[in-house]
Structure formats: C-alpha cells, structure tokens
C-alpha cells in the first residue's frame, strides 16, 4: 500500500535543521537545503519556540542496553546476581538494583528496561523561576519596562541582590520561548525589542547604501585618533530612521557613554535636518559636543552652516560602510522597538521622543558594565565640571 501524506524529517534532518538555524539561517533557505516545505520547517521550529532542543544523551556511568541484554540472559541461564555483576563488571548493588527497579527476576525484559531507564533519566528540574516567587516578579517586571535579558541578567549580578537572585539570560529566554515551561507569561515576548515569537540565532548583513556626493566632506579617515579611543566624552554619531510616508527622525548617539538624542524633523532635506539639529545641541551642556560623524547621506550636505552655527566639526562615513558608525547603527536597532517598520513617524512629537529617549538612556548596557548611558554621561559631566 501506499504510503499516504509526506514523510517527516528525519532525525539526521532535524539535526541539520537546528544547525542551520542557530547559523542564522532563514526558513526558506532551510527548507530549501533540506528540500522541505517552508511551513514543514516553521513547525519544527515553532514546536520548540525556535530554542534548539538538547540532544538526549546517556550518562558515562549508565548501564547499556547491551548490559542490561546481558543481565537478561544471566537471569535466564539461572545466574546469581554477584555471578552476573561479575560478568559485567559492576558492582552487585548496581545490578541487584536494575532487576529490583524492573519487576524482578521473573519479569525482567532488557528493552523495556532501557525505555524505561531513559524516562526517568530525563527528570526535567524545576525552572528557576519556577522556584523563585521574588526573582519571577523581578524579571517580569524589568521586561515589561523594556530591558533586554542580558540587561536583567547584568544588573542583578553587578547589584549583588544574593545568590537567589541571580539568573542567566539564557535561562530567561527559555522561560519565554518554552511551551512546556509556561513560567513567564508569553505576551512579555513582544516587550522584547525583536518582538519574535521563536528564538533565533544572530545574523548579520553587510549591505550598505548608495549616497550622493556631498561637497567638501571631512573624511573620517582625517578624524583625531583620540575620537577612536572613546577616552572622552562630547563626541557623537547621527543618522536617520526612516519610516512610513517618507518620515524620518533624527537620532545622535554619544559615544563615550552611548547616550542618546531623538530629533524631530520635518523633512528629508537637508535645511530642515540642519536646521532642527542645530537647535537640538544647542541644548547640550557646554563641552559636551566636540564632534559629530555622519552617515554619507545628502541630508547633511548643509554641514558647513552647522559646523558655522555650533562650532562643531563634522566627519562623514565612507561609502556603504555603515560599521564606522557602530555606535549608531546599534542604537537605531534597539530603537526599532518603539518605531517599528510601517509607522509613520511624523506623529510624534519632540516631547513624546524625549520620553522614549529617556528610556533607553535609563536601561543598563553591557558594553558600560551595566551602567545606564544617563549615569555614564552624568559622570562625565560632573567631572568636567
């Protein structure tokens, strides 16, 4: 007879298929490789929240099943349990203990004790959150304020809240993703800043973008060293985000403390970025704008009437190399959150883009040792004076 619907994937299949996603591969170029159907993939995957499932393994000091075939026929052959234990090389408790666990002399069947042997070795433990009441409250509620996992993660071990009040973001995550779990509640995930609802691997794209020529550009190559080092503060990056209609913010991120500024503006052209820049800084503690380096957009070609009105100089990218402004490109990431692709972003208001500024600038950061950017460039400012 013919076998009816599709074959599965089989477990070589499901192997690879984890892989490739923890490679950052997409659905289609697994289905693809695997010659599956997208939606056959997407089930796997989603079956598991997209978090690569462990691979069942049998601990170092566990009978086999080929042991415990021997310990069948030894029961068989009328052998003694010490006579058996001999055999294989272990001790008599271990051996008296299997056929015990396993309905005794008379009953005992090697495969269905190995079955059942792999059961009991799964013993899933209790998730930590799970246990910990205080810690579960905690997390939920730095998650629902837009923290990151790692951010939690970070700042509970930096605070030193005791050792029960320590969890990693992996676990976190988990505790998002897993079905099985069910400890978080799932509609925290779109309080993450991916807003996924599986668990994926990083992926990264090099792609730049076709700029125009601006005249008289400062190349970045020609900016002081001491720029590079991050040693001070006062020195930014900028770019825009776009968004539905043709709308745009402006966004300048300082790099020595990562702390951002959001700017309305009413246009693309480039009087109007210039212009609401210019205005912007101006509200800036004195020294605290030393430089600015731009994206090769044509939005600032009017740079010389900025560097005119504030004194500042400015510094452009090279072409289609969006990394020299990593700093940047990161936070305009994290800021997707809040401006997801398809809204239009003439809505906001410069006030309603403060609060939103404010909340990034109040979340601990990794890469400052989980200090907030407002501390870091609080410090800074302070010691300046």
């Not at 210019?278 to 900025?306: C, N, Y």
């Not at 100089?313 to 490109?329: A, L």
């Amino acid at each position: 007879m013919a076998q009816l619907g599709r074959p599965g994937l089989s477990a070589h299949q499901k192997q690879e298929l984890w892989s490739r996603w923890r490679m950052g591969q997409s659905i289609s170029e697994i289905g693809r490789a695997l010659g599956k159907q997208s939606g056959s993939i997407h089930g796997v995957l989603a079956s598991n929240g997209g978090v690569t499932p462990y691979v069942k393994s049998r601990a170092c000091c566990a009978l086999t099943l080929a042991e415990r075939e021997e310990i069948s026929r030894g029961l068989v052959e009328g052998l003694s349990v010490r006579e058996i234990a001999a055999l294989l090389q272990r001790a008599p408790s271990t051996v008296s203990r299997e056929i015990a666990r396993n309905r005794g002399r008379s009953k005992y069947r090697a495969a269905l004790a190995d079955d059942r042997a792999w059961i009991a070795a799964k013993r899933p433990k209790t998730c930590l959150l799970a246990k910990n009441k205080k810690l579960r409250k905690l997390v939920a509620e730095k998650l629902q304020e837009d923290w990151s996992p790692q951010q939690i993660s970070g700042w509970l071990a930096a605070t030193k809240r005791g050792p029960t009040m320590q969890i990693s973001h992996e676990t976190i995550y988990r505790s998002l993703y897993l079905k099985t779990r069910g400890v978080l509640q799932r509609e925290l995930i779109a309080c993450l800043r991916s807003r996924r609802t599986m668990r994926r691997g990083k992926r990264s794209s090099t792609e730049g973008q076709r700029r125009g020529q601006i005249i008289d550009a400062v190349s970045i190559r020609d900016r002081p060293s001491e720029i590079e080092t991050r040693a001070t503060a006062g020195h930014w990056e900028g770019d825009l985000i776009a968004g539905a209609r043709n709308t745009h913010i402006a966004t300048l991120v300082e790099r020595y403390s990562r702390y951002l500024l959001l700017v309305r503006i009413n246009g693309k052209d480039t009087a109007s970025v210039v212009g609401a820049l210019i205005q912007k800084v101006k509200q800036l503690p004195q020294g605290l704008l030393l430089s600015l380096t731009w994206d090769r957009g044509t939005e600032l070609a009017m740079h010389k009437v900025f560097t005119k009105e504030t004194g500042i100089p400015v510094y452009f990218c090279d072409p289609r190399s969006p990394w020299q402004r990593g700093t940047n490109e990161n936070t305009n990431g994290l800021l997707r959150q809040y401006f997801p692709n398809g809204l239009a972003l003439s809505s906001y208001s410069q006030h309603e883009l403060d609060v939103i500024a404010l909340r990034l600038n109040r979340r601990p950061r990794k890469t400052l040792g989980f200090l907030s950017p407002r501390a870091r460039i609080t410090g800074a400012v302070a010691a300046t004076g």
